[in-house]
């Protein structure tokens, strides 16, 4: 694999797909994605895994002053989402009154356009997550 491409996997494909890694020695899993597991070491057997993108909100927070490029969505709400294997991602909560996002609350995972950047004529994507009403 080139560097181009290593790179490429490593700082993109994390944020469109929630990939981390798991160690297959002792079952742990990562995200963002780690090269060695801290418990097994030299004993690391380090996989690519796909999270199920789902979890519960550990904890949130209101923003109501969005920095530049996010002014038409404000306010938001920035929340802590233990996923279902155990790590943590901050990320922002669609598809819901922010009054409403309350800590334990079952989220999933759903993509957004996050800012349209029209000098490069780039639209950069990343995770969210949206309420659980099932
Ligand atoms: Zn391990």
Redesign the pocket.
């Known amino acids: 694999m080139s560097e181009g491409i290593a790179l490429h996997w490593r700082l993109i494909q994390p944020r469109y797909n929630l990939i981390g890694t798991e160690?297959k020695?002792?079952g742990?899993k990562f995200f963002p994605p780690r090269n060695i597991?801290p418990?097994?070491r030299r004993k690391?057997e380090i996989a690519q895994y796909q999270f199920c993108g789902r979890g519960e909100v550990y904890s949130h927070t209101i923003i109501r002053a969005a920095p530049t490029g996010h002014e038409y969505q404000k306010p938001y709400v920035i929340a802590i989402i233990q996923l279902e294997e155990g790590p943590f991602v901050t990320a922002q909560m669609v598809d819901c009154d922010v009054n409403e996002v309350e800590i334990g609350m079952p989220v999933k995972q759903c993509f957004r356009k996050i800012i349209a950047d029209s000098a490069e004529g780039i639209i950069r994507y990343a995770y969210k997550f949206i309420p659980v009403k099932d």
Request: proline share 0%; hydrophobic share 0%; with cysteine.
């Open positions: 160690c020695t002792c742990k597991c418990d097994c690391s």
